[in-house]
Structure formats: C-alpha cells, structure tokens
T-cell receptor, first 111, second 114 residues
Framework: GENVEQHPSTLSVQEGDSAVIKCTYS??????FPWYKQELGKGPQLIID?????GEKKDQRIAVTLNKTAKHFSLHITETQPEDSAVYFC??????????FGAGTRLTVKP | DGGITQSPKYLFRKEGQNVTLSCEQN?????MYWYRQDPGQGLRLIYY???????QKGDIAEGYSVSREKKESFPLTVTSAQKNPTAFYLC?????????????FGSGTQLSVL
C-alpha cells in the first residue's frame, strides 16, 4: 500500500523567514495531495491541496509543489508568523477512503 | 455553525471496560471516518462509513467497533480487546467519500487507560 514519509519532524524558524516541509510517497497511482494544519488540542484543518495534473499551487503565503517523477511534494510557507506555529501533515490519496498521512512536522515560529 | 462535534474531550478507560466516543456532524455529509493519532505518527484510519447502516474497516480496526444508524452520528466503541487504546481519536467527515474531498475534523477525544 501507499507509504508517505515526511521531513523534518520538527522545524524552528525566525518570524519572517520561510519554512519548507517535504514529503515523499511510494505509489505512483496517488493523485491527490492535501496538507493539513493541526493546532494544539484541535483537529487538523485543510490548508492547501494539489492534484496530480498540477505542478504547483499557491494561496497567499502558502504554496505546494509536486514532482510526480520523483514522487515528492513540498509545502512552502513564506513570511512566517507566530500563528503559523502548529503541526503540519501531508497526505496522499489513491482512491476513496484510502488517504495516507505523513507523521507530521512541528513548526515553531519564534518572534 | 456547521461542524463536527466530538465528546467527551477526555476519557479514561479501566481495564476490561468498553468505552464509546461520540461523533456528531451537521454538515449533511454522507461519509464519516475515525482516525487514531499517536505521538510522532500520522493519522491511521480505524473505520469509515459512506452511507447509513454500512461501514468498512480501515487499517487498524481490531479492537474497535462502530455503528451508523443515523447520517449525523458515527460513534466509536473501544472494546477491551484493544490492548493499547491510549491515543488521540479524531472523527472526520466528507461530502461523499471521494478521493479528493476535503476532510472536516472534529476537535478530538484523548483516551487514556487508568
């Protein structure tokens, strides 16, 4: 089955710097790649997603890139703010009800 | 406000006891899911349901049971057969369960063993 690996497990940046989180997946049939943000004590929330027919997608300070050949995708956050501090999960999906999540990255933005 | 409500927020289980976690949604979604979250691990699927009175096992269904008697409700029972139940449990829903549908999550239930 699909296996998703996520790096790094923790990331600390200074406010205003950029943060990059990378994920790799194993099944070339995966065609949907969402990113979720989880704040302390809350459930994850979708922040951006990308489909396999698109190479890059941007939403304000957040962007996701997908390299299908290399089977990896990345989350880029620019001009980080303290409220960006959270755990971020990548995921890959092949079919209905078969979404596989990475282990998560704890991002800390220091003021 | 539309959303998913999980209760209780914290739950303690004694040895040999079954406990039930509640999940209710008012989003009119057909699909509902239960995930288990352990520290340093990704979310793992326990059970999912795409229609009332029907549900399927996920990757780690052993020791758990569910029911889907109403569209709005998808309770999860952690049975005594689950030997390592301590975890954060998340309920989610999506419109129909399609491959690229957004998941809406509740705020979770932290289950601990006494």
């Amino acid at each position: 089955g699909e296996n998703v690996e996520q790096h790094p497990s923790t990331l600390s940046v200074q406010e205003g710097d950029s943060a990059v989180i990378k994920c790799t997946y194993s099944d070339s049939a995966s065609n949907y790649f969402p990113w979720y943000k989880q704040e302390l004590g809350k459930g994850p929330q979708l922040i951006i997603d990308i489909r396999s027919n698109v190479g890059e997608k941007k939403d304000q300070r957040i962007a996701v890139t997908l390299n299908k050949t290399a089977k990896h995708f990345s989350l880029h956050i620019t001009e980080t703010q303290p409220e960006d501090s959270a755990v971020y999960f990548c995921a890959a999906s092949i079919r209905n009800n078969d979404m596989r999540f990475g282990a998560g990255t704890r991002l800390t933005v220091k003021p | 406000d539309g959303g998913i409500t999980q209760s209780p927020k914290y739950l303690f289980r004694k040895e040999g006891q079954n406990v039930t976690l509640s999940c209710e949604q008012n989003l009119n979604h057909d699909a509902m899911y239960w995930y288990r979250q352990d520290p340093g691990q990704g979310l793992r699927l326990i059970y999912y349901s795409q229609i009332v009175n029907d549900f399927q096992k996920g990757d780690i269904a052993e020791g758990y049971s569910v029911s889907r008697e109403k569209k709005e409700s998808f309770p999860l029972t952690v049975t005594s057969a689950q030997k390592n139940p301590t975890a954060f449990y998340l309920c989610a829903s999506s419109i129909m369960g399609g491959v690229d549908e957004k998941l809406f999550f509740g705020s979770g239930t932290q289950l601990s063993v006494l």
